[in-house]
């Protein structure tokens, strides 16, 4: 891949249109890209791979801002790429998503990304001519015609050596990410997974099935009622059985025998209470007819006195009837002196003469007839005189109300336009109120930046100084190391030369001859005084960066606060400030009672109308009921004599027709009572003869006798039971002496049961003992000789479940690195460190070159420290001690080129690794100031040797000295207005 031209636009800081011609740069096949920091040197690297692939390398790739902010509103952001790829030359053109001020009206709009690939020639096989326009097939084409994907792309073609040298001093977890992204492990990794998936699947259907073999092993256990061996097998499991079958036969035969005993000791016991039955009932039978025999004197008087209770029963009624008839006379004179007494307060003159009393009442009852009917005109006469009395008031009522009306409405055109005035204001200060806030919080923002400044120029300041402190630090450091390395060296030399001997060969060079023997040095020096000095000067190495970053860091915010400032130039921004302020806090004021002065104003509105309706409807209410009055009073006048003379002296009709009513109900009550008294005193002559009728029919002598003869009903019932009893209760006894099972049997024959009683219980004890031994044992056979059975099946059916697992697990823990994997390797680690061992073979070419041949790589595979992962191992090959030593002790010019020697076989590898297109264009980031002269004259051969074979390779650097080395150079320049591009050599 060779790019030839890059045009941006409105992209990164550049606010214009520049141009790079990396075929006039390439001339020389080396070139270097300069500038101040943050004028956009990497933002051209960016723009070469957002054109490629439509991102940005790193963190910058997250924010998706890439439309310069000094841009004009009318300059499209794009890139446009001219490069050849496989033979085949191409341009790309791309846009991204943005945000730009719309053609009509205020506001923004979005601008869609977009993106177009052309051919410049003839198109590759398989393509269309006129080129791709969609976003999607534009990134598969390219990356099928590259190779790589833009991960791939962006470690090989944009060298950042800050990212080899973290790879160098990272972790075997970080190199794994990296390399990952690099050579696609992703196959490997679901390889990886899928195993342990299958695992996890398959401990789950093996723990399943442990767990119910381990349910069965229990439930058969607890079956046999004992605890199962350590390691259970099947001989255990037949043995358990065949107790289980011997128990459950012995117990059955002992059910058979306990049963036969029981049997025969209850029929015995069955004989014996037979008989003391029999005994009973005789004895009972005896003793029973014998205390009958002395009553029979007492049963002879019961039968007497029950015969004379039941001839005296007619008498008592005869009498109990004329007691009866006595107390309704005297309760019917009560009544006639009560009504009597009555009649005499209400006025009334009466007799005891019932025909005179109905003829009186007859003549009331026709009064009280005549009255009625002029009841309800008197009603009527009370409820239109009501009527009148409530029709004047409500008259009186809605006059009032009418001159209260008036009175209101006289106010309201005046309260209507003063809401009206008040809304009109408050609707202004709405329309105001944005533009205002918006105003007040620029001003804010700025008056914030412009505070803001000195602390950011103050800590500008800071940085630098600290930076300048933290350089010369480094460079301290770096002396003592070379110091102390050179004194070890000139040791070491002492050292030999101390034991050489004339005509003897030496160690180092063979030769017999020794004309300059070295000398010991005044400076002495180990080794654990260089590693501690290098850990010093690496230590100010990181320093020295983090000293740097704060530099860029602040120059970067005392730029950005000038830029926001540069508009308000000429702007007392504090009175300005306060002007708006009391401007928008009036306008919001106002405009917060918007609502509440359009409902007054519609409240006052519907209040006047609502006054108005109410009046007009208070007009036609007062001539309706002007009207109605009219009417009212005509008809009362001309009933108004009628009722009077109806009434009397009383109140009303209806009190006067109320008075004639009681007098013919107090006439009628007395009637009544002087017909019932006479007809009661004819009732009690004949009750007294028939109580003498009765008396005599029963055979008495006087009624007293009869009623000394009688007897309460209870007592008569118990003198019949008493008597019924008794001729019930010998008839039983005789017909119990005279059963046929009882013949021979004696009253004072004895029976003793104890000895049966106790055998009978023994036996059925014995027999119930049997059979729930019987019961239990059989049922502990059934479920021990089922659950033997299925237990069985289980362990069939587990045997082969976890040899299958045993197998999966172990080759599992192979392919994930761990188990009887001795290196720690997974199986993607084994594919990542057979890579890393291409790349450090690679890579230890040119850093021996670059190195003098001091240093190479050495790629290790053993596993880490505490059992971790191994396979990614990078350390370094020391030729002064012949030892390999961390990377992490490399000083940091060492470092410099330990990275870029990796970088560079990195590219090589992942290239064809990838099968991509031959990388005809390189880009260097930085690191160079790390280097003395020496090191420096090195790594650029290695350069020289880059280019050597028609490669185009940027340098991206802040050294000086690769100015004056480096006669092609594209130099980036910072301005307020944006960065812009200049080229020279």
Request: overall charge negative; glycine content about 8%; proline content about 3%.
């Amino acid at each position: 891949m060779r790019l030839h031209r890059l045009e941006l636009s409105a992209f990164g800081p550049y606010a214009g249109t520049e141009e790079v011609d990396f075929d006039a740069l390439g001339a020389e096949g080396l070139f270097l890209l300069h500038g101040d920091t943050g004028a956009g040197k990497t933002t051209l690297l960016d723009a070469v791979a957002f054109a490629l692939f439509g991102s940005v390398p790193g963190m910058r790739g997250e924010t998706k801002r890439l439309r310069c902010d000094y841009a004009h509103a009318d300059l499209h952001t794009q890139v446009a790429l001219d490069l050849t790829v496989q033979s085949h030359r191409l341009r790309i053109v791309r846009s991204p998503e943005y945000e730009r001020p719309k053609k009509r009206g205020a506001g923004v709009t979005t601008q869609n990304a977009k993106v177009s690939l052309s051919w410049v020639g003839a198109a590759p096989a398989g393509h269309a001519p006129d080129g791709i326009t969609r976003i999607d097939e534009v990134a598969d084409t390219v990356e099928r015609l590259l190779g790589m994907t833009k991960d791939q792309f962006f470690q090989v073609v944009l060298l950042p050596q800050g990212d080899f040298a973290r790879f160098l001093r990272s972790s075997t977890d970080e190199r794994e990410t990296l390399l990952e992204k690099l050579f696609g492990t992703q196959n490997f990794e679901r390889v990886e997974r899928w195993f342990r998936d299958r695992r996890q699947e398959r401990r789950r259907e093996l723990d399943q099935a442990r767990v119910g073999a381990g349910e069965l092993l229990a439930r058969f256990a607890q079956a046999a009622g004992g605890e199962p061996p350590e390691e259970p097998g099947v001989e255990w499991l037949d043995g358990v059985v065949s107790a289980a079958a011997v128990l459950d036969r012995e117990t059955s035969a002992a059910v058979e025998q306990t049963a036969a005993v029981r049997a025969a000791a209850e029929e015995a016991l069955a004989r014996g209470k037979s008989l003391e039955e029999k005994v009973r009932r005789v004895r009972r039978a005896t003793d029973e007819l014998a205390e009958l025999a002395a009553q029979a004197g007492a049963r002879a008087a019961w039968r007497a006195e029950l015969d004379d209770a039941r001839r005296a029963q007619p008498v008592v009624a005869a009498e109990e009837q004329s007691r009866r008839v006595r107390r309704a006379v005297e309760a019917a004179e009560a009544a006639v002196e009560e009504c009597a007494d009555e009649a005499a307060r209400h006025g009334l003159s009466v007799s005891s003469d019932v025909a005179e009393l109905r003829a009186l009442a007859g003549g009331l009852r026709e009064e009280a007839g005549a009255l009625g009917g002029l009841v309800a005109e008197a009603d009527r006469q009370e409820q239109d005189e009501e009527r009148l009395s409530a029709l004047l008031k409500q008259v009186e009522a809605a006059e009032d109300e009418r001159v209260r009306v008036d009175s209101r409405l006289a106010g309201f055109p005046e309260r209507i336009a003063a809401a009206r005035e008040a809304l009109a204001e408050a609707t202004a200060a709405r329309a105001a109120v944005d533009g205002l806030r918006a105003r007040r919080d620029e001003l804010a923002a700025a008056a914030r930046d412009r505070d803001g400044l000195p602390r950011a120029r103050a800590a500008l300041e800071d940085a630098r100084e600290h930076d300048r402190d933290a350089v010369d630090a480094h460079q301290d450091a770096r002396e003592r190391v070379q110091v102390l390395r050179q004194a070890r060296l000139d040791g070491m030399a002492a050292e030999l030369a101390a034991g050489l001997a004339d005509g003897q060969a030496c160690p180092v060079c063979g030769s017999d001859a020794h004309p300059v023997p070295a000398h010991p040095s005044d400076v002495v020096a180990t080794a654990a005084d260089e590693r501690a000095a290098q850990e010093v000067e690496q230590e100010a190495l990181r320093a020295r960066e983090r000293g740097r970053e704060r530099v860029v860091a602040a120059q970067a915010a005392v730029d950005a606060l000038l830029a926001r400032l540069t508009p308000w130039a000429g702007v007392d921004l504090d009175a300005e400030s306060a002007a708006v302020g009391t401007r928008f806090e009036a306008a919001r004021e106002s405009a917060a009672r918007f609502e509440v002065l359009e409902k007054e104003l519609q409240g006052v509105e519907q209040d006047a109308e609502g006054l108005r309706a109410r009046r007009d409807e208070l007009d036609r209410t007062l001539a309706s009921l002007g009207s109605t009055r009219v009417q009212l009073v005509a008809v009362i006048a001309q009933r108004r004599s009628t009722v009077e003379q109806a009434r009397g002296s009383f109140a009303t009709v209806a009190d006067r027709v109320a008075d004639v009513q009681r007098r013919v109900a107090l006439v009628d009550r007395l009637a009544d009572a002087c017909a019932a008294l006479a007809a009661a005193r004819e009732r009690v002559v004949e009750q007294e003869r028939a109580v003498r009728d009765a008396v005599a029919l029963a055979g008495f002598g006087s009624p007293a006798e009869a009623l000394g003869a009688a007897r309460e009903d209870t007592v008569v019932d118990k003198l019949r039971g008493r008597l019924a009893d008794a001729a019930a209760a010998e008839k039983q006894h005789r017909a119990t002496l005279a059963d046929p099972d009882l013949f021979g049997v004696l009253p004072d024959t004895a029976v003793d049961l104890g000895p049966l009683v106790e055998a009978a219980t023994v036996a059925r004890a014995d027999a119930q003992q049997a059979y729930a031994s019987a019961q239990q044992a059989h049922a502990r056979f059934v479920d021990v000789r089922d659950l033997g059975k299925r237990l069985r099946a289980a362990w069939t059916a587990l045997a082969p479940v976890e040899a299958s697992f045993a197998e999966l697990d172990a080759l599992t823990d192979v392919v994930n690195g761990r188990g009887q994997n001795a290196a720690k390797m997974s199986l993607r680690s084994y594919v990542l460190a057979a890579r890393l061992e291409e790349v450090a073979l690679s890579a230890s070419a040119r850093l021996r070159e670059m190195s003098q041949g001091r240093y190479s790589f050495r790629h290790s595979a053993a596993a880490g420290r505490h059992g971790t992962r191994g396979g990614l191992g990078l350390d370094v090959l020391d030729d002064y001690s012949g030892r390999v030593r961390p990377a992490k002790t490399l000083s940091g010019g060492e470092s410099f080129i330990a990275s870029l020697a990796l970088a560079l076989g990195l590219a090589d590898v992942v290239a064809a690794e990838s099968g991509g297109a031959l990388l005809d264009t390189l880009f260097v980031d930085e690191g160079f100031g790390t280097l003395d002269a020496n090191t420096l004259d090195d790594v650029m051969a290695i350069l020289d040797d880059l280019r050597s074979g028609g490669r185009v390779v940027g340098l991206v650097s802040h050294v000086e000295e690769l100015r004056q080395r480096i006669p092609v150079r594209l130099r980036v320049a910072k301005a307020r207005t944006g960065s812009t591009i200049q080229v020279t050599g």
